[in-house]
């Protein structure tokens, strides 16, 4: 009797182990600081016990070796069923069928959480009509501003409009020692890229390109995005705009910042770590990037958490993949400094009471994400070309944003 009785639980043990299912998740969150710990020591370990019949496998990939490990995963068929996924990734193994259009497949589901979302981060899952994942964390930049050096020209707080931008700029950029040189600047960036210009060019009413990402002439080179251009590059004439754009010597924004060099610079939410690390007494100040005719725009970062088509567990993937994005997974994120995505949480308390979250969650609202298009890498090259002819050789505006315009539309003929 003992003996049957031991096989029957043996038997029963056996069949509960067989109707879990394990699920793998690729992700590269950092072992070095909170968001590891937290995910793996509560986060995993809840999701678990809400849906004991899933079971997550977890494995940590170094943010740099993560994209060699996805092409080399998709080769041989071998990826993780879940995968926190750089946004610019998005559209690239979506277009080679590797990712599950969630709006599809979930259609009821999604269609019911789509709104939750900030818009930016949301449009960063998009691809060709479809959404291939959902938002997982996101960034934005802001423009900070040096209250001292600000004071010191009886300015009170940061620009609000683009006009109050230039004139700022021009108050207080100064040869300090009267040598003869600039040695106090308007305003630092660290580059010419989509990343540092796409504040500018949204601002100013301009694009790069259409609502389908489809579409570079007309939008690259439309007159709000010469404007900005025309306008940077009238700054930068003027001797407002520091040689950190360009990777010229000096010192770096942030300990330009810091130090009284640079009045005003774009910055993502990291700067107050990294500047209070070096400078604990530093005061920061903040406000959203100023006001053109296209608004207050900035520029969407952050990770999507996507469902490979390779997995055999989907059904049980998309239940992790809607509790990491659900309220209260997204709200213990900010804890360790990781930015929600939800519009519930824009006035949340833990937003309101956060050192700086506040006005990075406030910028999101109207931030643009880089085109989601597989051939990004390529347009992005392109368009820091074509801000470095302007900007470093001379070259015309117009002239040069027309030539990003026609190489783009090549760029996207590769992928009709």
Same mark, same amino acid.
């Given at each position: 009797?003992?003996?049957?009785?031991?096989?029957?639980?043996?038997?029963?043990?056996?069949?509960?182990?067989?109707?879990?299912?394990?699920?793998?998740? *690729?992700?590269?969150?950092?072992?070095?600081?909170?968001?590891?710990?937290?995910?793996?020591?509560?986060?995993?370990?809840?999701? %678990?016990?809400?849906?004991?019949?899933?079971?997550?496998?977890?494995?940590?990939?170094?943010?740099? +070796?993560?994209?060699?490990?996805?092409?080399?995963?998709?080769?041989?068929? /071998?990826?993780?069923?879940?995968?926190?996924?750089?946004?610019? *990734?998005?559209?690239?193994?979506? !277009?080679?069928?590797?990712?599950?259009?969630? !709006?599809?497949?979930?259609?009821?589901?999604?269609?019911?959480?789509?709104?939750?979302?900030?818009?930016?981060?949301?449009?960063?899952?998009?691809?060709?009509?479809?959404?291939?994942?959902? =938002?997982?964390?996101?960034?934005?930049?802001?423009?900070?501003?040096?209250?001292?050096?600000?004071?010191?020209?009886?300015?009170?707080?940061?620009?609000?409009?683009?006009?109050?931008? $230039?004139?700022?700029?021009?108050?207080?950029?100064?040869?300090?020692?009267?040598?003869?040189?600039? !040695?106090q600047w308007g305003y630092a960036d660290s580059g010419?890229?989509?990343?540092?210009?796409?504040?500018?060019?949204?601002?100013?009413?301009?694009?790069?390109?259409?609502?389908?990402?489809?579409?570079?002439?007309?939008?690259?080179?439309?007159?709000?995005?010469?404007?900005?251009?025309?306008?940077?590059?009238?700054?930068?004439?003027?001797?407002?705009?520091? +040689?950190?754009? $360009?990777?010229?010597?000096?010192?770096?924004?942030? %300990?330009?910042?810091?130090?009284?060099?640079?009045?005003?610079?774009?910055?993502?939410?990291?700067?107050?770590?990294?500047?209070?690390?070096?400078?604990?007494?530093?005061?920061?100040?903040?406000?959203?990037? =100023?006001?053109?005719?296209?608004?207050?725009?900035?520029?969407?970062?952050?990770?999507?958490?996507?469902?490979?088509?390779?997995?055999?567990?989907?059904?049980?993937? *998309?239940?992790?993949?809607?509790?990491?994005?659900?309220?209260?997974?997204?709200? /213990?994120?900010?804890?360790?400094?990781?930015?929600?995505?939800?519009?519930?949480?824009?006035?949340?308390?833990?937003?309101?009471?956060?050192?700086?979250?506040?006005?990075?969650?406030?910028?999101?609202?109207?931030?643009?994400?880089?085109?989601?298009? =597989?051939?990004?890498?390529?347009?992005?090259?392109?368009?820091?070309?074509? *801000?470095?002819?302007?900007?470093? /050789?001379?070259? +015309?505006?117009?002239?040069?944003?027309?030539?990003?315009?026609?190489?783009?539309?090549?760029?996207? /003929?590769?992928?009709?």
């Amino acid at each position: 009797m003992k003996k049957l009785l031991l096989v029957v639980l043996v038997i029963l043990i056996a069949g509960m182990a067989l109707a879990v299912e394990e699920i793998t998740f *690729w992700h590269s969150y950092s072992t070095n600081s909170g968001e590891y710990n937290l995910l793996t020591e509560k986060i995993i370990p809840e999701f %678990e016990k809400s849906f004991p019949e899933i079971k997550v496998k977890e494995t940590q990939v170094n943010y740099d +070796d993560m994209r060699q490990r996805l092409i080399v995963g998709t080769a041989a068929g /071998a990826l993780g069923d879940v995968i926190r996924m750089d946004i610019i *990734w998005v559209p690239q193994f979506a !277009d080679i069928e590797m990712l599950v259009p969630v !709006d599809v497949v979930f259609a009821e589901e999604f269609a019911e959480i789509e709104d939750s979302f900030l818009p930016g981060p949301l449009s960063t899952c998009e691809w060709n009509g479809h959404y291939y994942g959902l =938002p997982l964390d996101t960034n934005t930049q802001v423009l900070l501003w040096n209250k001292k050096l600000f004071e010191e020209v009886g300015l009170s707080e940061g620009p609000k409009t683009m006009e109050e931008f $230039v004139e700022f700029a021009k108050l207080l950029t100064k040869d300090k020692d009267g040598d003869g040189q600039i !040695d106090q600047w308007g305003y630092a960036d660290s580059g010419l890229g989509p990343w540092n210009s796409i504040p500018w060019i949204y601002s100013f009413g301009g694009y790069i390109l259409d609502q389908t990402n489809q579409k570079a002439e007309g939008f690259v080179n439309s007159e709000g995005s010469i404007q900005a251009l025309q306008t940077f590059k009238d700054l930068r004439d003027a001797g407002c705009i520091a +040689d950190t754009i $360009v990777g010229g010597g000096g010192i770096g924004t942030f %300990e330009g910042y810091a130090e009284d060099i640079y009045a005003m610079i774009l910055a993502g939410p990291w700067a107050w770590p990294i500047i209070k690390g070096q400078y604990p007494d530093a005061e920061i100040n903040a406000v959203i990037f =100023p006001a053109g005719a296209g608004g207050s725009r900035s520029v969407v970062g952050g990770e999507n958490i996507v469902i490979t088509e390779t997995s055999e567990h989907k059904e049980a993937s *998309w239940e992790f993949v809607k509790y990491m994005t659900s309220y209260e997974v997204q709200k /213990a994120f900010v804890e360790v400094s990781q930015m929600p995505v939800l519009n519930s949480l824009v006035e949340d308390k833990a937003i309101i009471e956060h050192p700086y979250f506040q006005v990075f969650m406030q910028q999101l609202k109207t931030a643009v994400a880089r085109s989601p298009h =597989p051939g990004w890498n390529q347009i992005n090259d392109i368009m820091d070309q074509a *801000w470095q002819d302007v900007i470093v /050789a001379d070259y +015309d505006v117009k002239e040069s944003l027309d030539y990003a315009a026609e190489q783009i539309e090549e760029v996207i /003929a590769e992928y009709e």
